[in-house]
């Protein structure tokens, strides 16, 4: 049995060396790479090799990838990279890194064409001003093929102990039992589909009710088919930190009887020790000798195979390398991935790219998918506000003046067109990105000259522009180009400029199809035909409704159809949700959730009930609350209390949180929960519209209901629960509403 390992991947390993160090220029997007490197072959003679295909072996390692370029006419092969700034200031470490994979190349072309020697060329292609730099080395195929040998040597220890670790996981999976001895009523048929699912390549879309444990119904089939489909890795995503613990549970619970790698991702804010230094080494300890204490920290991560946020944190400090960077590090190594959707479907992600980079075959899990579509919007979306660069003013360096002043008149350009305080735009601002584009390599140069870094304010300004433009690169239907006027005290006109993701489908599509069989399960995606056309579903995948364990003997579900919650009922409503919040609970004491459409209804709501019924307790959700303050708002539905807790339909408390049995008996929704009525939604409903022909479902309708089922779904968590939901507004009784609703709730409604 052989190990394959790309080319990048081999050098990775064995010839990074030194600091980490991200002060150097930051990449081109990946379209300006992808033109840069056409650029260059294209000023190639017409026998010119592009993207030449190379493989070979070395004992039991087999080593493949595809060179940038190859010209038979000077005997050279070319591996180009494209930069911004000075490349003076590229740091030696990198060069060496870039050195090795030529090299290597240049050995595989040499034996499969019978080379002697070869010149070895690394094409530097600035992308501002399109200038080639060229390092040349001629190189006899011995030396090459002495050096291929060197870093395969070097890898070769750790790819035997890999076939080793695969052979032992893959018999240790086929053969796994499942935790608990029988599946729960509904779990079984979950399981079922998500292992045909991966056996047959497909993609799935299941809809599961909460309390069936839907992770353990998707890990457990998936680690199953993983040795006869020759996985690699298998990626859970979730939304929130809770699907990731459960997702770590779950696994934990598989740990005993299978010798699995699991790692999980955290954001760099919450993994970085030294949030007060800069990301190299002479300001970071952690940065500094990085890639030389690297090895040691690896061989020791790898004896835990548990990798959770502080069992990594502890190997990272036990070898003083940064926590972050090891994880990144480890997630090549790591059988299953457990992690944010901004992993595998950011316009950057981690895992898509080492995806791509070595070829992985990967199953990939999306918990809770209903929460992917607004993620994947703004993930796809940009936003710049020319309040953010006329504060630059006072503290540009001199060399910048000039390219942000241009960047302002250009923006003075855009107002003129606006005639609303909200207005689409008919077509990209092309001479303000070309003003963007400028800003971003000046400061990009300005960077490599003065690497100590940037004023905050001048590099999230920085950060912004980078990512506009890139997105700028990428817009078509799928998104909007619009502008908002803003109210100054001054007569000086503001505005927010905003690519606005409208359908990410287009986005997700091509992350999806990259894996052998995917899974996107969640206990609210109805209509199944909305989210597949948002989230970018191939038109082969399969739709699934698994059976609810629940009865609708369980759940009272009760209209209050002569309420309405309209914006302009509201006031009229609000006696009448006292009297039926008070009613219930007179009628069945206990713990309740009741939720409405903003802060200030609910304000209003509980104001008139305080006044009415002081003896009836009740707690709040306010704004913008930590997470201290919600762990207090949950901790106060116990067993033995009684009491209401008002929250707001969509936030941190109408999904994710569970409280079976006496903590909470039922819940209240006076709401529909559609989105609020104004210019943006409205363009995003033409939007839908123009694509899908049915704008207001996909705008407001269906991401409506589905907050309102969420909720809901607070109440009965178990089979042994029973509670009471209220639906407060006249429209829950229409029929074209009530079908959407969950089908197990029955004659209830």
Known sequence: MSYRVAV???????????????????????????AGHATVTARRGDGYEREVTL????????????????????NQLEEIKTYRGDLARQPDNHRHLHWAQAKVYGWLLCQMRSLQSLD??????????????????????????????????????????ELVHRAERDQA???????????????????????????????????????????????????????????????????????????????ASLKASSPLRVLELIARDKACEHPDKACHGESCPLARGFYDRLPAARAEAIRRPFLDQSTLREVAVAHQVCPYYLSQEMARWADVVVGDYNYYFDLSALLYSLTLVNQWRIGLMVDEAHNLLERARAMYSAELDIRSFKGLRKILPAALKRPVERVLRCWGDVHRLQTLSYQVQPELP????????????????????????????????????????????????????????????SETRASVLCLRNVLPAPFLKARLLEARSCVLFSATL?????????????????????????????????????????????????????????????????????????????????????????????????????????HAFLARFTDESCGIGFAVLGGAFSEGIDLPGRRLIGAFVATL???????????????????????????????????????????????????????????FARQDIRRLLPFWWGSAI
Not at 60 to 74: E, I, M
Not at 192 to 209: D, F, I, S
Request: contains cysteine; aromatic residues 10%; proline residues 5%.
């Open 673 to 731: 929960g559609l989105p609020q009525v104004n210019p943006v939604n409205e363009q995003m409903k033409a939007r839908m519209d123009q694509l899908f022909g049915t704008g207001y479902d996909y705008t407001y309708l269906y991401p409506g209901l589905q907050k309102v089922v969420q909720a809901a779904g607070r109440v009965i968590r178990t089979t042994e629960d029973v509670g009471v939901v209220h639906l407060i507004d006249d429209r």
């Open 173 to 251: 999976l086929r053969l796994l039992t499942f935790p608990y001895g029988e599946f729960r009523r509904g779990q079984r048929q979950l399981a079922e589909a998500v292992y045909k699912a991966a056996c047959t390549g497909t993609h799935l879309m299941a809809q599961a009710p909460t309390g069936i444990g839907k992770t353990l119904a998707t890990l457990f089939p998936q680690l199953k088919a993983a040795p006869g489909q020759q996985l690699d890795k298998l990626f859970f995503l979730t939304a929130k930190t809770s699907g990731r613990q459960l997702a770590l549970d779950a696994l």
């Open 55 to 74: 493989e070979g072996t070395y004992r039991n390692l087999c080593v493949r990838g595809r060179a940038d370029g190859y010209d038979p006419t000077k």
């Open 526 to 630: 109805s209509p199944p035909r909305f989210y597949a056309d948002t989230l970018g579903l191939p038109l082969n995948h399969v739709w699934l409704d698994v059976d609810s364990p629940f009865q609708a003997e369980q759940l009272q579900v009760r209209l209050a159809r002569h309420i309405s919650t309209r914006y302009h009922d509201r006031y009229a409503s609000l006696q009448p949700i006292v009297d039926l919040l008070v009613e219930q609970f007179r009628e069945r004491p206990g713990n309740y959730l009741a939720f409405f459409s903003s802060f200030d209804y609910l304000q209003q709501v509980t104001k008139l009930l305080a006044a009415q019924h002081p003896q009836l307790p009740f707690w709040e959700q306010t704004r913008s609350m930590n997470e201290e303050a919600r």
């Open 430 to 489: 092309h001479k303000l990105l070309g003003a963007l584009q400028q800003a971003v390599s000046a400061i990009t140069e300005h960077l490599a000259e003065n690497p100590a870094g940037l004023d905050p304010a001048l590099q999230l300004v920085y950060f912004d522009a980078m990512h506009f433009c890139r997105l700028a690169e990428l817009f078509g239907d799928h998104s909007l180009f619009d502008c908002t006027l803003l109210t100054t005290r």
């Open 8 to 34: 990048r991947a081999l050098c990775e390993f064995t010839a990074k060396q030194g600091d980490l160090d991200l002060r150097f220029t930051p990449s081109p997007t990946a379209l300006e790479g992808i």
């Open 120 to 161: 070895i060329a690394l094409v530097y292609f600035d992308v501002v001003s399109q200038k080639e730099t060229l390092l040349i080395e001629t190189c006899s195929a011995e030396d090459l093929q002495a050096f291929f040998e060197t870093q395969c040597q070097r890898f070769i220890v750790w790819a035997e102990q």
